[in-house]
């Protein structure tokens, strides 16, 4: 009998297959027969008959993946796209949602809806926010800045990456408000703690500090040769693993030797981020109670639930699926946001019954960037915000504070 994992990779097979990715990386045959399987694709059976050719025709957030598609070289493709091993996670992300079913309450006065969330100070429209994605004018050429419009726009949270294509001065400024900064460390701490302290001279008030990636095997983007391959040396120094000469963090650092793959990491960094600076440190990556706990015990701010959106190893545990044991491990104490997999207001709606704080996008807001700039990003905010509001209506709940686990069959 096939699971919802197994039917959900299965979908994203196909999806998969259908993209330039297939054959600009030379799928081989036993992928395209896999997705052959079922008629379904990843955004739950539905095909175009043509591309959107406005941010405002777009239904959901999947109608921006194909037009983002046709704007994009493959090989930025891949690295959005791309996932670890055998893009398990991935499958795993989405088949979590399906676990849980939704108990609504009728006949409740739903006329006005908040759903504004605060974090650590500063309210937000709502509780979505832009996830750190790096390299943003792989998508479009304003990037990261133009993400920055439409979050100020919609009023919501944006987190920088380290990899970013624009300066954290620059996002800063056109977001026109705090933003937080996510950081991958590097094998030197001057290099880190200059950058740590560029975030908060520009006034970000929080950083992430990304644990989940001490190694990891991303297929994809390996069949591109950064070394030799012209549209890849336009961002990647040869020679240089992880760091980028077009990614304005690293501005004036010497790259060579340089990595953001730092196997020797204990939670003992998590105490020395602490003494480096006033923003908020939280901890993104952390999908067990232990982790957790240990986080807590070494004075994290926050903490991310986080699998990158399954580019970060091959769990098998969608995000949704490690967030209770977090939540329950922490009770409370400090907020806790999670990411990865999110694609529908509902999606939203049952991690915050669930206990989360906040809720990350990734991929929905790079189709929405890919496709169309700043609009793009404002539409794929606007639908989701628009799914929450309806699911929030639907399960008798006027505010944040009102979604509770009685909304839930689990």
């Not at 999806?15 to 379904?40: C, M, N, T, V, W």
């Amino acid at each position: 009998m096939e699971t919802d994992t197994s039917r959900a990779r299965r979908c994203f097979l196909q999806f998969l297959a259908q993209s330039p990715i297939a054959y600009a990386l030379g799928a081989s045959l036993p992928l395209r027969e896999l997705a052959a399987q079922d008629d379904a694709v990843l955004s739950g059976g539905l095909k175009w008959a043509d591309l959107i050719k406005s941010p405002a025709e777009a239904l959901n957030v999947w109608d921006f993946e194909p037009v983002m598609r046709n704007n994009v070289g493959a090989h930025h493709y891949a690295y959005m796209a791309q996932g670890a091993d055998d893009f398990g996670t991935i499958a795993a992300n989405r088949a979590g949602f399906k676990k849980i079913g939704l108990r609504p309450q009728r006949l409740v006065d739903v006329t006005h809806i908040d759903m504004s969330v605060e974090l650590f100070g500063q309210r937000y429209a709502s509780p979505i926010l832009l996830c750190p994605v790096g390299a943003q004018q792989s998508f479009h050429p304003e990037g990261e800045v133009a993400a920055a419009r439409a979050a100020k726009t919609k009023n919501q949270l944006q987190i920088l990456s380290t990899v970013t294509n624009y300066s954290v001065e620059d996002v800063t400024k056109a977001r026109d408000a705090p933003i937080w900064f996510q950081l991958y460390p590097t094998t030197n701490w001057d290099v880190t703690l200059g950058m740590i302290k560029r975030a908060e001279h520009a006034g970000s008030t929080a950083l992430a500090l990304t644990v989940d990636v001490p190694a990891r095997n991303l297929e994809p983007s390996a069949r591109f040769d950064r070394e030799h391959n012209p549209l890849c040396q336009a961002c990647h120094e040869a020679g240089v693993v992880g760091a980028y000469k077009a990614k304005h963090m690293f501005d004036g650092v010497d790259l060579k030797g340089l990595n953001m793959t730092v196997a020797g990491l204990t939670w003992d960094y998590v105490d020395k981020l602490k003494h480096a600076t006033t923003m908020k440190v939280l901890v993104k990556g952390v999908v067990t109670r232990e982790d957790a706990a240990r986080a807590l015990a070494h004075g994290a701010d926050g903490i991310v639930v986080s699998n990158h959106g399954g580019r970060a190893d091959e769990t098998l545990r969608g995000s949704i699926d490690s967030l209770p044991e977090v939540l329950e491990a922490v009770n409370k104490r400090v907020p806790v946001i999670v990411d990865s997999g999110f694609r529908r207001g509902t999606d939203v709606f049952k991690a915050l019954a669930l206990g989360a704080t906040a809720v990350g996008i990734g991929r929905p807001y790079i189709w929405g960037l890919g496709a169309f700039g700043q609009p793009g990003v404002e539409r794929v905010l606007d639908i989701l915000n628009r799914e929450l509001e309806i699911v929030m209506k639907q399960m008798g709940t006027t505010s944040l504070a009102k979604i509770t686990r009685s909304s839930l069959q689990l």
